[in-house]
Nanobody
Framework: QVQLVESEGGLVQAGGSLRVSCVAS????????MGWFRQAPGKEREFVATINWSGTITSYVDSVKGRFTISRDNAKNTVYLQMNSLKPEDTAVYYCAARNTITTSRNRLEYDLWGQGTQVTVSS
């Protein structure tokens, strides 16, 4: 069964850091572009970051540029989201997504597979 499994999120104080990961059972993992999205209560799911098949191309929503870093390890079938200088407005459920093509996308409708989501809460 093809699936994406995110690591546990957590509660962190504003200004702190957290890294979440996502292990994908898709094969071959290197054929898939990956993305992270988030959804806060009462809001639509929004794009956070995306990475191409090789990890050489990344893209971020403006609100996280310079604070978040997406990366991948194709040998481990894993994509990461390192979050630094966290703010209360980063509080959301974070979702990993896989796109069956090698190029990136900011459009959630272009992703084929989704993880179950992991809660990240930033306290002020």
């Amino acid at each position: 069964q093809v699936q994406l499994v995110e690591s546990e999120g957590g509660l962190v104080q504003a200004g702190g850091s957290l890294r979440v990961s996502c292990v994908a059972s898709v094969r071959p993992f290197s054929r898939y572009a990956m993305g992270w999205f988030r959804q806060a209560p009462g809001k639509e799911r929004e794009f956070v970051a995306t990475i191409n098949w090789s990890g050489t191309i990344t893209s971020y929503v403006d609100s996280v540029k310079g604070r978040f870093t997406i990366s991948r390890d194709n040998a481990k079938n894993t994509v990461y989201l390192q979050m630094n200088s966290l703010k209360p407005e980063d509080t959301a459920v974070y979702y990993c997504a896989a796109r069956n093509t090698i190029t990136t996308s900011r459009n959630r409708l272009e992703y084929d597979l989704w993880g179950q989501g992991t809660q990240v809460t930033v306290s002020s």
